[in-house]
C-alpha cells in the first residue's frame, strides 16, 4: 500500500550536519503520522522524532533537542530528519515509520510501515 525509501545518510566529521529524507509512495502521506527511529550497533531501537500528519504538532527526544528538527513536505511526500552538531553517538541505521492515524506514537509497534533504513555514521 505504501513504501517507504530513506536517503541522505552517510559519513561525516563531527559537529557536521546531515539532512535525512524519506518519500513515500501513493497519495496517501498526507494521512499517515510520521516518525525517525535510529537503531545503534548493538543497541535497541529508538524514537528520536515524530510529526504528526499535518505537521502541527512534533516530538524530538532529548538527546536530540536543539540539534535535530523532523519536518514534513506533503505536497511532496516527503519527511525529513535535519540533523545538526553531530556526535559520534549518534550513528546508527535511521528508519521513517508510516503510521495510520492523525496522532504519532512512541512506541515502534504501533507504526505499520517501514524504510529499509540509511546509515549514518558520525566520526571523531
Known amino acids: 500500500q505504501v513504501q517507504l525509501v530513506e536517503s541522505g545518510g552517510g559519513l561525516v566529521q563531527a559537529g557536521g550536519s546531515l539532512r535525512l529524507s524519506c518519500v513515500a509512495s501513493?497519495?496517501?502521506?498526507?494521512?499517515?503520522?510520521m516518525g525517525w527511529f535510529r537503531q545503534p550497533p548493538g543497541k535497541e531501537r529508538e524514537l528520536v522524532g515524530a510529526?504528526?500528519?499535518?505537521?502541527?504538532?512534533?516530538y524530538h527526544a532529548d538527546s536530540v533537542k536543539g540539534r535535530f528538527t523532523i519536518s514534513r513536505d506533503n505536497a511532496k511526500n516527503t519527511m525529513y530528519l535535519q540533523m545538526n552538531s553531530l556526535k559520534p553517538e549518534d550513528t546508527a541505521v535511521y528508519y521513517c515509520?508510516?503510521?495510520?492515524?492523525?496522532?504519532?506514537?512512541?512506541?515502534?509497534?504501533?507504526?505499520?510501515?517501514w524504510g529499509q533504513g540509511t546509515q549514518v555514521t558520525v566520526s571523531s
Open positions: 501513493g497519495r496517501t502521506f498526507s494521512t499517515y503520522a
Open positions: 515509520a508510516a503510521r495510520v492515524s492523525y496522532y504519532y506514537s512512541m512506541r515502534p509497534g504501533e507504526y505499520d510501515y
Open positions: 510529526i504528526n500528519r499535518s505537521g502541527g504538532s512534533s
